[in-house]
């Protein structure tokens, strides 16, 4: 099994920054990508990035290209989501997935969830 722990979640003011972490632990060696969605109250899970461990690939949802970034760290098996310019409309939990392939926006597709970590955008 994998386990991922999401942290960096919190309360922002409108134009600032947030980096968030998602750390896999247990059969991480499994996971060939990660992937970061977002749940806002009374809406569907969305598709935020993902990234590929070995290769770094990347692919940002187009509504957020240019704010938000994904990157890891292998070492430390953490992926990272920085988002930048945040708007009141970028409050949600997020939640990081790994998977065994590269499902990109395919949520259904992802293997393993964390636990999602709030953050909050005041105007």
């Known amino acids: 099994q994998v386990q991922l722990v999401e942290s960096g979640g919190g309360l922002v003011q409108a134009g600032g920054s947030v980096r968030l972490s998602c750390a896999a632990s247990?059969?991480?060696?499994?996971?060939?990508?990660m992937g970061w969605f977002r749940q806002a109250p009374g809406k569907e899970r969305e598709y935020v990035a993902s990234i590929v461990w070995s290769g770094g690939n990347t692919y940002v949802a187009d509504s957020m290209k240019g704010r938000f970034t994904i990157s890891r760290d292998n070492a430390k098996n953490t992926a990272y989501l920085q988002m930048n310019s945040l708007k009141p409309e970028d409050t949600a939990v997020y939640y990081c997935?790994?998977?065994?392939?590269?499902?990109?926006?395919?949520?259904?597709?992802?293997?393993?969830w964390g636990q999602g970590t709030q953050v909050t955008v005041s105007s």
């Open positions: 997935a790994g998977a065994k392939t590269w499902p990109m926006w395919l949520k259904n597709e992802y293997d393993y």
């Open positions: 247990g059969r991480s060696f499994s996971v060939y990508a």
